[in-house]
Nanobody
Framework: QVQLVESGGGLVQPGGSLRVSCAGS????????ISWYRQGPGKERELVAR????????NYADSVKGRFTISRDNDKNTVYLQMNNLKPEDTAVYYC??????WGKGIPVTVSS
């Protein structure tokens, strides 16, 4: 059974840092790109970052460039999103997407003082 499970979300103050993880099971993790999306309150789901199958190519939304870093460990079937200098507008439910098919259930991140 294919599963993607996000973890590491929570409440953080503006300017703080958080790392969210996405662990995959039930399939071979390495062959496809993985993406992080987010959906803020009253907003549409948007792409935050994407990483290639090998990890050699990464892409970011303009709103997070220089603050967020995506990485993956194929041996652990896990992808990470390191989020620094967080802003209130980063508040959202964060989802991982494997390839174009498999979504995690999402994990909330709240940036507030």
């Amino acid at each position: 059974q294919v599963q993607l499970v996000e973890s590491g979300g929570g409440l953080v103050q503006p300017g703080g840092s958080l790392r969210v993880s996405c662990a995959g099971s039930g399939f071979t993790f390495s062959p496809l790109p993985i993406s992080w999306y987010r959906q803020g309150p009253g907003k549409e789901r948007e792409l935050v970052a994407r990483i290639s199958s090998s990890g050699g190519i990464t892409n970011y939304a303009d709103s997070v460039k220089g603050r967020f870093t995506i990485s993956r460990d194929n041996d652990k079937n896990t992808v990470y999103l390191q989020m620094n200098n967080l802003k209130p507008e980063d508040t959202a439910v964060y989802y991982c997407l494997y390839g174009m098919t498999y979504w995690g259930k999402g994990i909330p991140v709240t940036v507030s003082s």
